[in-house]
């Protein structure tokens, strides 16, 4: 989800609360970083001349002052309320805890950002010993009244003292027992008159204090209980999934009760202006005769669809109608309406822009725009990119039920089902007699490549969102979730545990890689279907967008895949992945590394060479007309060769070599740290024969595919600089590979040689860098973690403590990091281009593919990103979304300028 931050056009002034209602308001709707959502859309209703509940929005910054005061209310806020209760009972004729017309009033959360269900309310503040009978006297309806009372008991027990539920749900269903009544309706006032007091008893035994009958002390309680709920748990959780930051907190909204609990001719609701799930233009809802807001969403009682409510409401239902047509015809978009009819009337008690989902979003945005009610421009910058995910990747059915084993970090998203399998080999030979297969593995590693292609799914015990199982699996477009550390892995006797459960080998597990579920058992899944909608809204986005889009693919059907998510060439294909595709392949790549002279490795690179062409010759195809960026052999050479006992053994009889030279061979291989070890064009430097090899193969490849009318633009980066004379060296030799591949042929074929930046140094130095470079690729992943000074591998035992402590605000693998990456990023795409004119900077990390990465791509000026197939949809999106930001032009007509390839 895209970083969401509070909308701007606050109130001015240092004042802490906020009156409306009566068709006047103080704050405005574009008030949110202050007001909150709900207040802002009160305050603007209010301006409308909407049936508002009157009432006040206590100010976000006022929470914000409570948190850093050490939870003591900032000075004047209570004054403040108390004039502000005054203005509240002048407008009603009522007086708040006193008086023969008493005023109840709610008390609600409402942050800048919809957090649906993660903070409190209090509903039925003011009732007390002295008000009850007062209310019964004035509204002639003690059952309603009582059915109110034990309601803010139980509200306020629970949210305010954090009593259990359980205590007062318990004594409720003892109560419906006793009396033979099926739901709370059939309780008679007498019923809930006693109820309350049973209520009032939980409270005392819970608390050791008397249930507050001061009105006033209620509302305060209940304020900062609002106040306290912004920081509980949930609410920090759902903040950092949806990545809301930048919030002050939340506002607190005080509004008069309007009663749905008042009989046959009241009741609630909630209701959307069109369908959020289909984005289908009807009107769609459920409502609640004789009921409060909460039972709508409890389940005590099943609702009724909100068409039904003409039949039982038809006047209210009338006025309904009119309001929400009034509020999309407004906000420009669907809204989320809750409401209350009060003995007929209609009082409307919140609206928000509606969740939905992508198909629905998508649906939504190109409706709008073709009813003339916005812009293309405003239906590309309201759709999620994120929420792409759910259109590209299969999804468990929604009515399924599930038994979650554990949860890990959600590294590829979509849904796989499988028989769990604890090898590579395994995978690959389950799945060769056509089994669905999930591997399971405390980590992956290249070796376990052709396992992995054949797998559903991927679980890792360990890792984090970049690591090798997650990069991979993106890449494929493959459900994957890493990190799951509850997974306790048992690889001897092939098993794992989460809990008290044992999967073995065989055995169907289910895994939900963008939430990191993991489920038991085999659990429906749906896999959408791209429509019209996706294509007119991407067709709008490339309309606008200046940054290219470019996908990471190592196989000509991957390849294949992302040009048709919209792919514009190719930023990244990692060659050692195609070693290891078949048992030849492996065998040639070790005979090299065996091989203990020149000679003998340039033997088994021969084996390799007419392989590698012929990958290289279908990518081409695949990518006609387009870019191909091909990075030469970058992983160290340990990752080819086994290192259990059993498989070195194999190795060498495959090889005719003794085990002890594999032993040996191996030993010598190992590093302390290969990620800063022998690896990358320190290769290339050490065994020149390797990087001659792949460059002679592209050469050629790129040679055969001209011959067949295949327009091929390579482009050869070298991984791992951060010397210019490395790159200097390394170009140099590829220039006279090319040079010799290409004698005699009167083709022209324009290949570019650049480096991937992910050296710290290397950006430093850009300036002298790009003097032997004809393009830069930022390789983000390690760049974050050289930078950063984190493994990527091991991140999960600490980073998310740093983002809980508020120490990070988010995880760098995932969102790059602007303050310290960004720097060198910025610094480098500088400095190269002052060095050389016209050098063109793309990125090929995984942030590539995120969203808030992609804007800051655009706003450093980069020509394109490149990401895996199944994120190329995302990123331009996003990319359109940062120019129409930049231009401010959202919501406003115009076509925009042509993106810039």
């Known amino acids: 989800m895209a970083k969401r931050k509070s909308s701007v056009g606050a109130p001015r002034g240092g004042r802490s609360v906020w009156s409306f209602g009566g068709g006047k308001a103080e704050g405005r709707g574009d008030a949110k970083a202050i007001l909150g959502g709900k207040g802002a859309g009160l305050a603007e209703m209010s301006r409308l001349g909407l049936p508002v509940p009157p009432g006040f929005t206590i100010a976000t910054t006022a929470c914000a002052a409570w948190w850093a005061s050490g939870r003591r209310p900032p000075k004047g806020l209570w004054p403040e309320v108390e004039r502000a209760l005054a203005r509240l009972e002048r407008l009603r004729g009522q007086t708040f805890g006193r008086g023969p017309r008493p005023l109840l009033v709610s008390v609600r959360s409402g942050a800048a950002v919809s957090m649906p269900g993660m903070m409190e309310t209090v509903l039925n503040v003011g009732l007390t010993r002295e008000t009850i009978p007062a209310l019964v006297a004035v509204t002639g309806n003690e059952r309603m009244v009582q059915d109110s009372h034990r309601r803010l008991v139980q509200m306020f027990g629970k949210v305010v003292r954090e009593i259990h539920d359980d205590l007062f749900e318990d004594a409720l269903h003892d109560l419906k027992r006793r009396r033979g009544a099926r ?129 039982h409401l038809p006047d209210a239902y009338r006025d309904l109608l009119r309001v929400k047509d009034l509020l999309e015809r407004h906000y420009g978009d669907v809204q989320d309406i809750e409401f209350t009819v009060e003995e007929g009337r209609l009082f409307v008690l919140q609206t928000r822009t509606g969740k939905r989902t992508a198909r629905a979003a998508l649906r939504i945005a190109v409706d709008l725009v073709k009813e003339k009610r916005i812009t293309p421009a405003a239906a590309v910058s309201r759709v999620d990119p994120h929420a792409l995910d759910q259109l590209l990747h299969p999804t468990f059915d929604e009515k399924a039920a599930t038994r979650v084993l554990a949860r890990g970090l ?139 889009v470019r996908t990471n693919a190592d196989t000509p059907e991957d390849a294949r895949a992302a040009r048709e998510f919209g792919a514009e060439g190719i930023g990244l294909c990692r060659t050692e992945h195609m070693f290891f595709a078949t048992p030849e392949r492996i065998r040639a790549v070790r005979e090299m590394i065996l091989a203990d002279s020149t000679e003998g490795r340039s033997r088994a690179l021969e084996k390799l060479l ?47 070599v003794s085990a002890a030279d594999v032993e040996r061979r191996v030993r010598a291989l190992h590093e302390a740290n290969p990620m800063l070890g022998h690896r990358g064009c320190r290769l290339g430097i050490t065994y020149p024969e390797i990087y001659d090899m792949q460059v002679r193969a592209i050469a050629e490849a790129a040679l055969a595919c001209a011959g067949r009318g295949v327009k091929v633009l390579p482009e050869i980066m070298i991984p791992l600089v951060g010397f210019a004379s490395e790159l200097s060296f390394l170009r ?43 393009f830069f690729s930022f390789g983000t992943n390690d760049l974050t973690q050289m930078t950063c000074g984190i493994s990527r591998d091991d991140m999960a035992s600490f980073v998310p ?25 910025r610094w480098a795409v500088e400095e190269g281009r002052r060095a050389r ?61 042509p993106g810039r390839r």
Request: with cysteine; charged share 25%; glycine share 12%.
């Open 183 to 311: 739901l709370d309706t059939d309780l008679s006032a007498a019923d809930l008159a006693g109820l309350a007091e049973t209520y009032r008893g939980v409270f005392r035994d819970e608390t050791g204090e008397e249930f507050p009958d001061d009105a006033m002390e209620q509302l305060r309680q209940a304020v900062e209980a609002v106040f306290r709920s912004w920081e509980c748990d949930k609410a920090r959780k759902y903040r950092r999934i949806q990545r809301i930051e930048g919030l002050l907190g939340t506002a607190v909204n005080v509004q008069s009760m309007v009663f749905g609990n008042r009989g046959p001719d009241s009741g609630t609701g909630v209701c959307f202006t069109r369908d959020p799930s289909t984005g289908e233009n009807v009107f769609f809802g459920e409502f609640l005769i004789d009921a409060q807001g909460e039972d709508v969403v409890a389940g005590i009682r099943t609702p009724e669809p909100i068409v039904e409510m003409g039949k």
């Open 410 to 548: 959600g590294a590829s998203p979509g849904a796989a089902v499988g028989r769990a399998v604890f090898t590579a080999d395994d995978a690959e030979a389950w799945s060769g007699r056509g089994e669905k297969v999930i591997l399971v593995r405390a980590e992956t590693s290249p070796e376990d490549v052709g396992g992995m292609h054949a797998a559903d799914g991927i679980l890792t015990s360990r890792g984090g969102l970049t690591s090798h199982a997650a990069v991979v699996a993106r890449g494929w477009g493959k459900c994957c979730v890493v990190g799951c550390a509850a997974v306790s892995i048992d690889a001897r006797a092939k098993s794992f545990t989460a809990g008290e459960e044992t999967v073995r080998e065989g055995d169907w597990i289910s895994l939900d890689g963008s939430e990191g579920r993991v489920m038991l058992g085999r659990v429906p899944t749906v896999r959408p279907a791209l429509g019209a909608d996706f294509a007119t809204l991407m067709a709008w986005a490339d309309r606008f967008r200046r940054l290219g």
């Open 610 to 656: 007419p392989i590698q062409r012929g990958d290289f010759e279908g990518i081409f195809g695949a990518m006609d007309g387009l870019p191909v960026t091909i990075r030469l052999l970058d992983p160290p050479l340990h990752e080819f060769v086994p290192h259990e006992e059993a498989q070195q053994e194999e190795m060498a009889r495959e090889m005719g």
């Open 732 to 774: 140099a030799r590829a220039e006279a590979v090319i040079a010799e591949a290409v004698e005699g042929s009167r083709r022209r074929i324009p290949f570019r040689i650049g480096t991937m930046i992910e050296v710290p140094r290397a950006a430093v130095t850009a300036g002298r860098i790009a003097e032997h470079a004809e």
């Open 801 to 825: 403590d740093y983002i809980d402590r508020k120490l990070i605000p988010r995880d760098p693998f995932q969102v790059l990091d602007r303050d310290g990456v960004g720097v060198l990023v």
């Open 837 to 897: 004119k016209g050098l063109k900077v793309g990125i090929c990390g995984e942030h590539g593919g995120d969203p808030e990465s992609v804007a800051f791509c655009h706003e450093v000026g980069l020509d394109y990103v490149s990401c895996s197939p199944f994120r190329v949809p995302i990123a331009r999106l996003a990319a359109a979304q940062a120019e129409l930001r930049e231009r401010g032009a959202a919501g406003k007509p115009g076509r925009g300028r």
